[in-house]
């Protein structure tokens, strides 16, 4: 028996996180990419905004508002920062949506303001938000309507502090996380 088709669209395919998420996903047997958005890049091809994605089987890319939500079963989300928030808020319920910026990882809407500097626009979803590191929560992301991917780096620390801190191999208080990136790090 064939696995039932996922219908995905992907939010800011035409950026650095949207197109390598649909350069993964195409090639899943049950993704079905229905809806790529780029505002900016409207009308055109996946393979005409990048060339190494020319070839395969894509939508033409569209704005958010050409967008039959109806019709998709997931959403990924690629925005920047504080924008997905604006999005994700009028999305139907219906929807899975996994959102890759950092809109929906902090639950407190205080701490949110205070690291990324705005006030959420949807401190209600901030809160039904589930963290998505699936080797730690993943009965909650499958019971999940909003996911909110980690980031890279605390995906590389919690990886490996998560089950020593729950060994009781060390104690959270004394970790000293001393992290660096390059420029690839911010993106595009």
Same mark, same amino acid.
């Given at each position: 028996?064939?696995?039932?088709?996922?219908?995905?669209?992907?939010?800011?395919? !035409?950026?650095?996180?949207?197109? *390598? +998420?649909?350069?993964?996903?195409?090639?899943?047997? $049950?993704?079905?990419?229905?809806?790529?958005?780029?505002?900016?890049?409207? &009308?055109?091809?996946?393979?005409?905004?990048?060339?190494?994605?020319?070839? +395969?089987?894509?939508? !033409?890319?569209?704005? $958010?508002? *050409?967008?039959?939500?109806?019709?998709?079963?997931?959403?990924?989300?690629?925005?920047?920062?504080?924008? !997905?928030?604006? @999005?994700?808020?009028?999305?139907?319920?219906?929807?899975?949506?996994?959102?890759?910026?950092?809109?929906?990882?902090?639950?407190?809407?205080?701490?949110?303001?205070?690291?990324?500097? $705005?006030?959420?626009?949807?401190?209600?979803?901030?809160?039904?938000?589930?963290?998505?590191?699936?080797?730690?929560?993943?009965?909650?992301?499958?019971?999940?309507?909003?996911?909110?991917?980690?980031?890279?780096?605390?995906?590389?620390?919690?990886?490996?502090?998560?089950? @020593?801190?729950?060994?009781?191999?060390?104690?959270? *208080? *004394?970790?000293?996380?001393?992290?660096?990136?390059?420029?690839? &790090?911010?993106?595009?």
């Amino acid at each position: 028996m064939a696995n039932k088709q996922i219908k995905v669209g992907v939010v800011g395919a !035409s950026g650095y996180t949207g197109s *390598d +998420l649909v350069r993964l996903a195409v090639r899943h047997p $049950n993704i079905s990419i229905t809806t790529l958005t780029a505002n900016t890049h409207a &009308g055109k091809t996946m393979g005409e905004v990048f060339p190494h994605l020319g070839g +395969l089987d894509l939508p !033409s890319l569209v704005t $958010n508002d *050409d967008v039959n939500w109806e019709e998709l079963d997931t959403v990924f989300c690629g925005l920047p920062h504080a924008t !997905s928030q604006e @999005l994700i808020s009028g999305l139907p319920t219906h929807l899975k949506i996994i959102d890759m910026s950092a809109d929906f990882r902090l639950r407190d809407t205080q701490t949110y303001a205070q690291w990324y500097g $705005n006030t959420h626009a949807a401190p209600e979803l901030q809160k039904e938000a589930v963290y998505g590191l699936s080797e730690h929560y993943r009965d909650q992301i499958a019971a999940a309507r909003l996911v909110a991917c980690p980031g890279c780096y605390p995906t590389a620390a919690l990886m490996l502090l998560l089950p @020593l801190v729950k060994a009781g191999a060390v104690d959270a *208080d *004394d970790l000293i996380i001393d992290a660096k990136s390059g420029v690839s &790090g911010a993106g595009r």
